[in-house]
């Protein structure tokens, strides 16, 4: 029997509960649906819709069925139509007529709104730990590279030397961006739209502030309307995966052109590459490649929901259901390759040697000799003049720089001894540069942020009704 069969009579075509269900995918809510329907019976009781023995039965009605969906014993009714319809169905199996109050004052609009916010600040939360981890990773590799060095590059063409720690914490800075993009965005989504009914509130005494207190929300929404049409939680989620994706992707690319025979920077751990089927010899770097191509869908989900949302009125439309998949789709593969990634990271076998030998090349110091020149007051256009001019010449004629230098007469043999290989990498001395004293510094500092979000990630852990629904709920 339909929820509706009172006004449409019970004749839903199958290919339209085909086409409409959304059960086999939002079966993964279940244990916010539950979460969500024990705070709002607690809040009809308060505001005395329900008896205690009525809300007893409730209760004890939810955890069964919150037990059989753990142990896998839920049986799901092919007229189920999506997590909220079999759960209420069930409880009125198992409640009687009792059964029939669950849903008092509430819409599955504001209940669906509701479940996907605990869903997402929940599932962001475990991500931003799974970064936090990764970042981890690039520190302890950090801090075992010392002072090894290897090109920094720009246009992919060698630029100036950098130490590895340097290179390595890049890409952790950049993770702590997402993280501050994901805390904010789970701030931001810290608003229970349970209250808000179909689309209006209600003629009922609800008690929408303490159902959203009870729910560990900041506060309740301000406006029917906009709580059970507003996505924009599960766009800010999305773009926020994407771009977490977009500077996996990056790390991947870099895995895979430093582990080339061309670059042979790194050396990936048999664990985390993988072989052919066909090549005996090859080793490849898949779990890399994977975090790249990943990219792509991710970015996918996010473009796909901001035009799902783009044209619709006010308030909710059927359109809505649209956000679940690229949301679970972009939680479920971001979750799969930072753990993949930090192991790569971890266990990588960085060729120290290999890259000391690509950055000791004498033109890396180009600048270096600039600089010694503007040092003796000479303008630095001019002196990046002379030193291009001798680099070129040094190519041009095939005569070592080092010989033209010495031979130059603002230059000399002081200034050659700054092309000898790691001369250069030592005389980055600025804040943030790639040097060594900078970079110990930088560590430090690295160190104190990850502890910043630490606490700041736990904060939300604390927050979290339940834990996920186990993986048997979530798999069909
Ligand atoms: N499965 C629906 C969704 O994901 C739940 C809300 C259904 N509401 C409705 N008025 N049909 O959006």
Redesign the pocket.
């Given at each position: 029997m339909t929820l509706w069969h009172g006004r449409l009579g019970d004749g839903t075509a199958d290919v339209v509960m085909r086409f409409s269900t959304?059960l086999e995918f939002?079966r993964r809510l279940a244990a916010d649906d539950l979460d969500a329907s024990r705070a709002h019976v607690r809040g009809l009781s308060r505001s005395g819709l329900l008896t205690q023995d009525e809300l007893e039965r409730l209760l004890a009605a939810l955890d069964q069925v919150d037990r059989e969906l753990v142990d896998g014993d839920f049986e799901f009714s092919s007229e189920d139509?999506?997590i909220?319809t079999a759960v209420e169905r069930r409880v009125t199996e198992i409640a009687g007529d009792t059964g029939g109050k669950l849903h008092t004052g509430r819409?599955?609009?504001d209940q669906?709104a509701t479940d996907l916010r605990l869903y997402s600040r929940r599932e962001l939360t475990r991500i931003a730990h799974q970064v936090l981890a990764l970042q981890e990773a690039f520190l302890v590799r950090a801090e075992e590279a010392g002072e090894g060095y290897l090109p920094g590059y720009t246009h992919l063409q060698r630029a100036q030397p950098v130490l590895l720690a340097h290179h390595l914490l890049a890409h952790g800075w950049a993770l702590a961006r997402d993280i501050d993009r994901i805390l904010a965005t789970v701030e931001r989504m810290d608003v229970s739209p349970l209250g808000a009914g179909a689309l209006a509130g209600s003629s009922l005494p609800l008690v929408p502030d303490s159902v959203s207190e009870e729910l560990g929300f900041a506060g309740r929404f301000e406006n029917s309307l906009d709580a059970v049409s507003d996505r924009d939680f599960v766009v800010e989620a999305l773009f926020d995966l994407a771009l977490l994706g977009v500077h996996l992707s990056r790390i991947g690319e870099e895995m895979v052109i430093w582990s080339t025979e061309e670059f042979g920077f790194v050396v990936l751990d048999d664990a985390f590459a993988t072989g052919s089927s066909m090549l005996p010899q090859k080793k490849n770097p898949d779990v890399a490649e994977l975090a790249r191509g990943k990219s792509g869908r991710l970015i996918g989900n996010l473009t796909g929901l901001l035009a799902t949302l783009k044209g619709l009125p006010l308030s909710?439309n059927?359109d809505?259901?649209e956000d679940?998949e690229p949301l679970f789709d972009s939680i479920e593969q971001v979750g799969l390759a930072l753990p993949a990634l930090a192991g790569l990271i971890s266990t990588a076998h960085f060729e120290a040697d290999r890259m000391e030998e690509a950055a000791g090349g004498a033109a890396m110091a180009a600048v270096d000799l600039a600089e010694w020149l503007v040092e003796r007051g000479i303008p630095f256009r001019q002196a990046h003049a002379v030193v291009g001019g001798l680099v070129r010449d040094s190519i041009e004629r095939r005569v070592p720089l080092e010989e033209l230098i010495a031979a130059h007469p603002a230059l000399g043999t002081e200034a050659v001894a700054l092309l000898a290989p790691g001369v250069a990498v030592t005389r980055r001395r600025t804040p943030g540069s790639a040097g060594p004293a900078p970079v110990r510094k930088q560590i430090e500092r690295f160190v104190a942020r990850l502890d910043v979000d630490r606490s700041r990630i736990a904060r939300w852990d604390d927050r979290a009704v339940v834990p996920g629904p186990s993986p048997d709920v979530a798999a069909h």
């Amino acid at each position: 029997m339909t929820l509706w069969h009172g006004r449409l009579g019970d004749g839903t075509a199958d290919v339209v509960m085909r086409f409409s269900t959304s059960l086999e995918f939002d079966r993964r809510l279940a244990a916010d649906d539950l979460d969500a329907s024990r705070a709002h019976v607690r809040g009809l009781s308060r505001s005395g819709l329900l008896t205690q023995d009525e809300l007893e039965r409730l209760l004890a009605a939810l955890d069964q069925v919150d037990r059989e969906l753990v142990d896998g014993d839920f049986e799901f009714s092919s007229e189920d139509e999506d997590i909220h319809t079999a759960v209420e169905r069930r409880v009125t199996e198992i409640a009687g007529d009792t059964g029939g109050k669950l849903h008092t004052g509430r819409s599955r609009n504001d209940q669906i709104a509701t479940d996907l916010r605990l869903y997402s600040r929940r599932e962001l939360t475990r991500i931003a730990h799974q970064v936090l981890a990764l970042q981890e990773a690039f520190l302890v590799r950090a801090e075992e590279a010392g002072e090894g060095y290897l090109p920094g590059y720009t246009h992919l063409q060698r630029a100036q030397p950098v130490l590895l720690a340097h290179h390595l914490l890049a890409h952790g800075w950049a993770l702590a961006r997402d993280i501050d993009r994901i805390l904010a965005t789970v701030e931001r989504m810290d608003v229970s739209p349970l209250g808000a009914g179909a689309l209006a509130g209600s003629s009922l005494p609800l008690v929408p502030d303490s159902v959203s207190e009870e729910l560990g929300f900041a506060g309740r929404f301000e406006n029917s309307l906009d709580a059970v049409s507003d996505r924009d939680f599960v766009v800010e989620a999305l773009f926020d995966l994407a771009l977490l994706g977009v500077h996996l992707s990056r790390i991947g690319e870099e895995m895979v052109i430093w582990s080339t025979e061309e670059f042979g920077f790194v050396v990936l751990d048999d664990a985390f590459a993988t072989g052919s089927s066909m090549l005996p010899q090859k080793k490849n770097p898949d779990v890399a490649e994977l975090a790249r191509g990943k990219s792509g869908r991710l970015i996918g989900n996010l473009t796909g929901l901001l035009a799902t949302l783009k044209g619709l009125p006010l308030s909710y439309n059927r359109d809505l259901q649209e956000d679940k998949e690229p949301l679970f789709d972009s939680i479920e593969q971001v979750g799969l390759a930072l753990p993949a990634l930090a192991g790569l990271i971890s266990t990588a076998h960085f060729e120290a040697d290999r890259m000391e030998e690509a950055a000791g090349g004498a033109a890396m110091a180009a600048v270096d000799l600039a600089e010694w020149l503007v040092e003796r007051g000479i303008p630095f256009r001019q002196a990046h003049a002379v030193v291009g001019g001798l680099v070129r010449d040094s190519i041009e004629r095939r005569v070592p720089l080092e010989e033209l230098i010495a031979a130059h007469p603002a230059l000399g043999t002081e200034a050659v001894a700054l092309l000898a290989p790691g001369v250069a990498v030592t005389r980055r001395r600025t804040p943030g540069s790639a040097g060594p004293a900078p970079v110990r510094k930088q560590i430090e500092r690295f160190v104190a942020r990850l502890d910043v979000d630490r606490s700041r990630i736990a904060r939300w852990d604390d927050r979290a009704v339940v834990p996920g629904p186990s993986p048997d709920v979530a798999a069909h």
